[in-house]
């Protein structure tokens, strides 16, 4: 029972592993699930905007909020929603957390 518990505890390094390259994507089969690697991309890193703005030091959040923001504008997935989320967030000067 204790693995499985372990194994709800991901760390960014493990969620983000497979997404450091286009190569990484490829070899560890995510890119079987009909997401290209610019689209998966975004998605994570826009929800890990999210996360960044309300966890963590108070004085960095605003920090990594807006790195993770970047990230997402620098995928090729402007059709997605996410995409567009992280283009308003960031016109609108949204100052997360701090």
Known sequence: MARAIDRLNVTPEE???P???REA???SGLNRIGFSYDEIRC???FYDAL???VTGDAATRSARFTKSIQEVLETRAG???EHLMARY???SG???GG
Do not use: G, W
Request: hydrophobic share 40%.
């Open 15 to 17: 969620f983000f592993q």
């Open 19 to 21: 997404l450091r390259s």
């Open 25 to 27: 994507f490829e070899a």
């Open 43 to 45: 998605e994570a890193y």
């Open 51 to 53: 996360l960044q703005a």
């Open 79 to 81: 059709h997605y929603y």
């Open 89 to 91: 967030l960031r016109s």
């Open 94 to 96: 949204n100052r997360q």
